[in-house]
């Protein structure tokens, strides 16, 4: 059995926003007692990301990692049709990922006690991200 739900999330801009409870949420909906989750992003300056939720000095520490690795308005780059920071966000999607698979056990995804799904926002500005979840079970 296949079935796949969308929804989208709106973004502060450069940063985390944790869809770990909407994610949970379509799994129930969704029905499947066992089996695969995939959380899939449909955007090349966004990505997705399983990690700690208990303390956000991770995500303040990853975000401050890849303002390091990847600078906005660096030199290098030519693609800037939307800002400095467009290829930039660009650079950190492919470094990271836009899908995640999650397993399915007793009607939910199967996250670890400290683990949370976010959205990581790499543009400055807020945008609207579309994620779809869908579930093999």
């Not at 949420?25 to 700690?52: K, Y």
């Not at 939720?53 to 308005?73: H, Q, T």
């Not at 976010?118 to 779809?132: A, G, I, L, N, Q």
């Amino acid at each position: 059995m296949y079935q796949a739900k969308d929804f989208t999330v709106s973004t502060k801009g450069r940063g985390f926003t944790d869809i770990t409870g909407e994610v949970q949420r379509v799994v129930a909906d969704l029905g499947a007692r066992q089996g695969l989750c995939t959380v899939f992003l449909h955007h090349t300056s966004a990505s997705l990301l399983l990690c700690e939720n208990a303390d956000p000095d991770v995500r303040r520490d990853l975000e401050s990692f890849f303002s390091r690795l990847v600078k906005d308005g660096d030199p290098l780059f030519v693609h800037d049709a939307e800002g400095p920071d467009d290829m930039p966000a660009h650079v950190r999607t492919v470094l990271t990922q836009n899908s995640l698979n999650i397993p399915v056990k007793d009607g939910a995804a199967d996250l670890g006690t400290w683990q949370g799904v976010y959205v990581w926002e790499h543009r400055t500005s807020p945008h609207r991200r579309r994620v779809t979840v869908s579930v093999v079970g």
